[in-house]
């Protein structure tokens, strides 16, 4: 519904809001003094109503006035076409019940004179005077820094790399800690800079009671806009040439290192240092001395991580994958596989040793005169090497696959139909290519290369070894 005495405005508005709005809209009624307002307000139940502000035969209070005593809940614009040449100013705009037109009103009624300075300056916003809004912008802005600095100081305080990072115990752990370091003071402070501020408002500029004016709409700012592109292009920045430095010492080979070869499998990792010739299920290192390792899949993705070494790197099959690591503290820690990597993937660990050179080398002694001399005693030995006691229980046990428990010389049924006695050619055959008879009941789990690095005296081994498990 518009409320205006003269019909132009009637006419303008009502053309703007249905080439606005086309069928949307449906102007329900023009009616040009308040008591036909108030009239049409009970039989027209108009959801919006404008009323021309500049009008002086439709007084806007009285109007608003009467509107108390509806029930009816609408919105009202108050509207001026006169002062913004060919802009509309709207000096109002609400949606409120009837209950709220009072307050609405006693706020007008307030401003008094300054309501008459709006009506003759054309200006809808109240003007306070400049230097009390500078003083206060300047208070405040100040306020909000020391707030952010309080906030800020908390935060270095907890984000703390020897806190929150697990020991350091690598060469190239200390560039990672430092980068890591940097990023924590500067989520610190860009924490603190926005929780903050939001933090501050919400104490200093919170609603007064009472209060029921609109915030001031605040359009575009230049100078702060360059201002927050610029700063974090330029940290950005800082960040991925410290990075890329960062890497490249994580990278950097020391000319004599020692060379591990490291396969991971479902759900066992294995290592083999082939200039001292042995392998082992564990890793061990003698301190400060580059170890590279040459990292292997069998059969699918793993990632190789011992958090205190801080580097990480995924076992790709078909590939092989180095990882540089120069252990600088003597201690004991654990290896885990990264990367979910099937059913048993958290259990996919192995421990890890860091020992000063004398105690490596007797390590290496100690495994040179471990592998055993009796055949099924080297059996159980290579089984436990080659991991596959993650799927192969010796006790009858069912884990992903059947138990050596009773295998040897067992009918075995498998998933086609057909049986076998497990004999020896049959065992070798499971071992060599084992996706060829499937096990009834289990799936073809197995990985295929398992036994890629295996000789056939180490698969006879393992024979004898299960002959003896009845
Ligand atoms: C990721 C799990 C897994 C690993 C590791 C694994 N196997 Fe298996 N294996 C299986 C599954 C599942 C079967 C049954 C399905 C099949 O016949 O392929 C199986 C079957 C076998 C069989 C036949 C068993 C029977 O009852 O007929 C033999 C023998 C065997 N594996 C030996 C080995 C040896 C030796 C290793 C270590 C070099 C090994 N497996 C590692 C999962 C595994
Ligand atoms: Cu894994």
């Avoid at 907890?158 to 003071?185: C, K, M, Y």
Wanted: one cysteine or more.
């Amino acid at each position: 519904m518009i409320v205006s005495s003269h019909p132009l405005f009637g006419k303008g508005i009502k053309r703007l809001l249905e080439s606005r709005f086309g069928e949307g809209v449906n102007v329900v009624g023009m009616v040009a003094s308040v008591e036909e307002a108030i009239a049409a307000l009970m039989t027209l139940h108009p959801d919006l109503v404008v009323v021309d502000y500049d009008d002086g035969a439709v007084n806007r209070e009285e109007f608003l006035a009467r509107f108390v005593e509806s029930e009816h809940r609408l919105r009202v614009v108050l509207l001026s076409l006169k002062e913004g040449g060919s802009n509309a100013i709207v000096y109002d705009r609400r949606t409120m019940a009837a209950s709220q037109v009072e307050d609405w009103l006693k706020e007008w009624a307030d401003q008094g004179s300054a309501l008459s300075s709006i009506i003759s300056m054309g200006k809808p916003i109240v003007q306070r005077s400049k230097f009390l809004q500078m003083k206060n912008n300047l208070i405040h802005g100040f306020g909000a820094l020391v707030f952010v600095f309080i906030m800020t100081a908390i935060g270095l305080l907890v984000l703390r790399t020897d806190i929150l990072l697990p020991e350091q115990a690598s060469l190239q752990a200390v560039p990672i800690d430092n980068l890591f370091g940097l990023h924590f003071r500067l989520i610190a402070f860009l924490f603190a800079l926005i929780v903050g501020t939001i933090l501050y408002s919400v104490i200093f500029f919170r609603r007064k009671k009472g209060d029921i004016t609109d915030a001031v709409h605040i359009t575009g700012n230049t100078n702060l806009e360059i201002a927050w592109t610029v700063v974090p292009l330029i940290t950005v920045l800082a960040f991925s040439f410290i990075g890329s430095d960062a890497l490249a010492k994580t990278l950097k080979p020391d000319p004599k290192p020692l060379e591990v070869k490291v396969t991971g499998q479902q759900w066992a990792w294995r290592f083999e240092y082939p200039d001292q010739g042995i392998i082992s299920n564990e890793l061990v290192l003698p301190v400060n001395k580059q170890v590279v390792l040459r990292l292997q899949a069998v059969d699918v993705i793993h990632s190789f991580w011992v958090p205190e070494f801080r580097v990480k790197q995924d076992l790709v099959p078909g590939q092989v994958k180095i990882l540089r690591i120069t252990p600088s503290k003597v201690g004991s820690y654990q290896l885990m596989c990264a990367e979910i990597c099937g059913q048993q993937h958290a259990y996919m660990v192995a421990p890890v040793k860091v020992e000063t050179q004398d105690e490596f080398d007797n390590w290496i002694n100690v495994q040179l005169n471990t592998i055993p001399t009796d055949p099924v005693a080297r059996g159980q030995f290579w089984l436990d090497r080659y991991g596959c006691k993650a799927c192969h229980s010796l006790d009858g046990t069912k884990l992903v696959g059947p138990s050596f428990l009773g295998l040897y010389g067992r009918q075995e049924t498998f998933e086609d139909g057909s049986t076998a006695i497990a004999d020896e050619a049959y065992i070798y055959e499971s071992i060599r290519e084992p996706g060829k008879k499937i096990v009834l009941g289990y799936p073809n789990a197995m990985p295929a290369n398992v036994a890629q690095e295996m000789t056939d005296e180490q698969i006879q081994d393992i024979i004898e070894f299960i002959k003896t498990l009845k």
